[in-house]
């Protein structure tokens, strides 16, 4: 009687397409010294790797900022390079890899001004 509701769960989980895309994501960035962005420490120095989900222009103080908002399967995290107004490279869709100190601004977790690798 388990069996049948384990092998159900199993093939749930494997015809849930998120699911699907998320797992194949979390294969594709793990990497020795990479975090997933669900783990990554507040304020100390770490290495994401993840897909860019959007990229938008947005001032902040007057200041134009480059937002991009990073999946890695785990999580997500909004990476601001301030200054920018564009990023040869940086698109929706694009794979990439940052470096800095990730920081959390009203319950939304960001990276500013990030050293970044294309992939």
Sequence with gaps: MGTPSRLRRTISRWANPDEAEARDLRR???????????????????????????????????????????????????????????????????AIEVRGRVGTQEGTRMLYNPRYELL
Excluded: H, K
């Design 28 to 94: 594709t960035f793990s990497g020795e010294g990479v975090v997933c962005i669900d783990n990554a420490p507040d304020r100390e120095p770490v290495r994401l790797r993840g897909t860019l989900r959007t990229v938008t222009l947005r001032p902040r103080g007057g200041v134009p900022a480059l937002e991009a908002e990073l999946y890695d399967g785990t999580g997500t995290v909004t990476v601001i390079w301030l200054g920018r107004r564009r990023i040869a490279g940086i698109g929706p869709g694009r």
